[in-house]
């Protein structure tokens, strides 16, 4: 797709495929004439708040559920991941409802909503199981040399599971980033996505198969690329027993 991106359509089909060729950046610059920076923003504010968001409320669910003493916590943290497996089809209607009463619908910040309450169930449950990992001794040291529980969480925890932060923020950014059911029907012109986007180029007039590819390269490359770059923290992630 990658290398597609960079031919001329006629190049594109060439059997057997031609990997020597003069590369073109035709097709990026259609994409960028046509204002794809706007949707590539759209994305990026869109994955990056909700996952902020879930991060910050899934770290303290996460660590309630871990460490708090309360009755029926099993089965609580068990009620929250089933939210999460719970169809999109099942809550599209409702929150079309809300967000329409809300007038947030057909703007980002509708988009942002509905992301983080599929990533939230997913955080907090992911997170869990990091702090679960974490001896409770240490923290009790912590609270020995006169840190409040808060700091203790703070200070003492949440550095020790960064790689399961950065697991479970980068499966949420992708998620967000590659969402097309609630892209499509919450958001207008301004506010629409990449995925969005691309379904947009199937045309009456046949496949923009240049425009796809490089479209198909600007959605797929920044994920690929930042699950390089810590991919030793994800290895070490989910092992730390994550899944429980």
Known sequence: MVLASFKTEENMFNMPPKFLFRPTLM?????????????VKNSAV?????????????????????????RMKNQIAFWIITTRMAPIAAIILPLYIIFRSLHILNTIKALIVAHTTF????????????????????????????????QAFYRVALPLVTPGLLVTAILSIMFSWNDYAFAVLYTAADSQTLPVVAARLMTMRGILWGQVMSMGTL?????????????KYLVRGL????IK
Not at 27 to 35: I, Q, R, S
Not at 220 to 231: C, D, G, Q, S, Y
Not at 239 to 242: K, R, V
């Open 239 to 242: 092992t730390m027993g994550a």
């Open 219 to 231: 959605i797929f490359v920044p994920i690929l690329a930042a699950a390089l770059l810590i991919r």
């Open 27 to 39: 097709n990026y610059t259609f994409m960028f004439h046509e204002g794809i920076l706007k949707y």
């Open 46 to 70: 869109a994955a990056f708040a909700s996952t902020f968001i879930a991060m910050v409320l899934g770290s303290l669910g996460g660590y309630a559920l871990a460490r708090g003493r309360m």
């Open 119 to 150: 990533n939230l169930p997913f955080a907090i449950w992911l997170m869990m199981g990091f702090f679960r990992e974490i001896p409770r001794e240490v923290e009790e040291a912590a609270l020995v040399d006169g840190c409040s529980p808060f």
